[in-house]
T-cell receptor, first 113, second 114 residues
Framework: GAGVSQSPSNKVTEKGKDVELRCDPI?????LYWYRQSLGQGLEFLIY????????KSGLPSDRFSAERTGGSVSTLTIQRTQQEDSAVYLC???????????FGQGTRLTVV | AQSVAQPEDQVNVAEGNPLTVKCTYS??????LFWYVQYPNRGLQFLLK??????LVKGSYGFEAEFNKSQTSFHLKKPSALVSDSALYFC????????????FGRGTSLIVHP
């Protein structure tokens, strides 16, 4: 399809394990965002990639969280030593510029047990 | 820092009645404003945006929003609500004076009663 694709759609992991979440943005989109949506909460910004610029990591909640974007396309969000408070829906979005709308994937629901 | 406030956690309206979902913002520089809708277990879908020009913008599914600079508001409206409009609505802002990262409100749950 032509939309943003995220995988897996659901992930259940044990506390203390590492997880990797994948995002395939829309082809040609230079901007890529990761957000976290917790139950009853709004969207919490995590990290922003724009073209070849250094990513804005100001939203990452701890050093257990990291993300990379390879070749200006696919992005992976990694959470190390997962904690129960990491349970949330992780949303990825991509866009064409700094003032245009973002296109969201369907999210990865992460449950840490 | 930029911020968005959606003062109502939930809005209830009868089908066929007009609806309004409120949004106010704070941003450096010119505001770029967006509305998104989220259906259960889905990602966010773009509805409409204000970048510049006419203060009344029209978007998908019959929705519109009015930009009011003096009140720093961008309320979402629809003349006649449908049951299928029931969903979670998010307002977002980006500012030209600082970070271009979109800041989202907490969301407003719209419930349209038959």
């Amino acid at each position: 399809g032509a939309g943003v694709s995220q995988s897996p759609s659901n992930k259940v992991t044990e506390k203390g394990k590492d997880v990797e979440l994948r995002c395939d943005p829309i082809s040609g989109h230079t901007a890529l965002y990761w957000y976290r949506q917790s139950l009853g909460q709004g969207l919490e910004f995590l990290i922003y990639f724009q073209g070849n610029s250094a990513p804005d990591k100001s939203g990452l909640p701890s050093d257990r969280f990291s993300a990379e974007r390879t070749g200006g396309s696919v992005s992976t969000l990694t959470i190390q030593r997962t904690q129960q408070e990491d349970s949330a829906v992780y949303l990825c979005a991509s866009g064409t510029g700094r003032i245009t709308e973002a296109f969201f994937g369907q999210g990865t629901r992460l449950t840490v047990v | 820092a930029q911020s968005v406030a959606q003062p109502e956690d939930q809005v209830n309206v009868a089908e066929g009645n007009p609806l309004t979902v409120k949004c106010t913002y704070s941003v450096s520089g010119n505001p770029y404003l967006f509305w998104y809708v989220q259906y259960p277990n889905r990602g966010l879908q773009f509805l409409l945006k204000y970048i510049t020009g006419d203060n009344l913008v029209k978007g998908s599914y019959g929705f519109e929003a009015e930009f009011n600079k003096s009140q720093t508001s961008f309320h979402l409206k629809k003349p006649s609500a449908l049951v299928s409009d029931s969903a979670l609505y998010f307002c977002a802002v980006r500012g030209s004076g600082g970070s271009y990262i979109p800041t989202f409100g907490r969301g407003t749950s719209l419930i349209v009663h038959p």
